[in-house]
């Protein structure tokens, strides 16, 4: 699934559309007290966020408010926001709520991934 999103917004990048990639727990450690003060300013101004992993955080209060900051605001400024996760529909919206989710899947385009890890399969990434 990294793969496979990393690969749907190459075009945009090598067109020259700004982007960031992040997994969800290197987000977090950016946005901590005593991390890079210009981190959420960073996150919710680039053109086009991958994030990756969603739903695989422990949810905490810090961490549900600090994600819906961020969706929330590209949401408003309407910014394309591409996420990864191994959950269903269903229990990403338990995961997230319902606040949460609607922002975050409000308009998209969901694609249910199948097969083996390309990581543990011969020729796959490592």
Same mark, same amino acid.
């Given at each position: 699934?990294?793969?496979?999103?990393?690969?749907?917004?190459?075009?945009?990048?090598?067109?020259?559309?700004?982007?960031?990639? /992040?997994?969800?727990?290197?987000?977090?450690?950016?946005?901590?007290?005593?991390?890079?003060?210009?981190?959420?300013? /960073?996150?919710?101004?680039?053109?086009?966020?991958?994030?990756?992993?969603?739903?695989?955080?422990?949810?905490?209060?810090?961490?549900?408010?600090?994600?819906?900051?961020?969706?929330? /605001?590209?949401?408003?400024?309407? /910014?394309?926001?591409?996420?990864?996760?191994?959950?269903?529909?269903?229990?990403?919206?338990?995961?997230?709520?319902?606040?949460?989710?609607?922002?975050?899947?409000?308009?998209?385009?969901?694609?249910?991934?199948?097969?083996?890890?390309?990581?543990?399969?011969?020729?796959?990434?490592?």
């Amino acid at each position: 699934k990294t793969w496979a999103a990393c690969a749907a917004v190459r075009p945009l990048v090598e067109a020259g559309t700004p982007a960031l990639f /992040r997994p969800l727990v290197e987000l977090f450690d950016e946005l901590r007290p005593g991390g890079d003060p210009d981190a959420l300013g /960073r996150l919710t101004s680039i053109d086009l966020l991958l994030l990756d992993d969603v739903g695989t955080e422990r949810p905490t209060e810090w961490t549900q408010e600090r994600l819906y900051a961020l969706i929330n /605001r590209r949401w408003l400024d309407d /910014r394309p926001t591409v996420a990864t996760t191994n959950l269903n529909p269903t229990d990403l919206a338990d995961v997230l709520g319902p606040r949460l989710y609607s922002r975050l899947a409000g308009g998209a385009v969901a694609v249910r991934m199948t097969g083996p890890d390309r990581r543990r399969t011969p020729g796959g990434d490592q």
